[in-house]
């Protein structure tokens, strides 16, 4: 587990660990809301040399940012769907894309799928103090089995 001070490190992790990743990596973001998943998908946005704003696709469900020829970045938000089928559907679909494109795949609420799929990298974001939202963050990451 690693203490990120606010939204700033949040991003710079992200940026760092975009540059890490193998090619057409799966995250499972993990995290209340206001935990910093989507700030950490714009750091990996950044990393990736992705330019244009990243913001949460919780009302658009995905967000696809390709980039030639690396892959991009596809963005899944799972926020909304309250039946596994249809996250388990909508999750299908988006990692079929990504695949396609070679992309990066993050996911936020991955907690809705039936089951959580394999081969995935695993990040959990909570706040250092749930009170207090300024207070910073802690991040563990955890690799695929």
Request: aromatic share 4%.
């Amino acid at each position: 587990m690693q203490a990120l001070r606010d939204a700033t490190a949040t991003q710079a992790f992200g940026r760092q660990l975009a540059r890490r990743l193998p090619a057409g990596s799966i995250l499972l973001l993990e995290g209340d809301l206001g935990a910093g998943k989507t700030c950490l998908v714009q750091g990996l946005a950044a990393g990736l040399g992705i330019e244009e704003p990243i913001t949460s696709p919780t009302f658009a469900l995905a967000q696809h940012y390709p980039l030639p020829p690396t892959g991009g970045l596809v963005h899944l938000d799972l926020y909304r769907l309250e039946l596994p089928a249809a996250a388990d559907e909508l999750f299908a679909q988006e990692e079929e894309e990504a695949r396609a494109l070679g992309a990066l795949l993050a996911v936020e609420w991955p907690e809705r799928l039936s089951s959580p799929p394999a081969g995935c990298w695993r990040i959990q974001l909570s706040l250092s103090d749930p009170l207090n939202p300024n207070a910073g963050r802690l991040i563990e990451v955890r690799s695929p089995r």
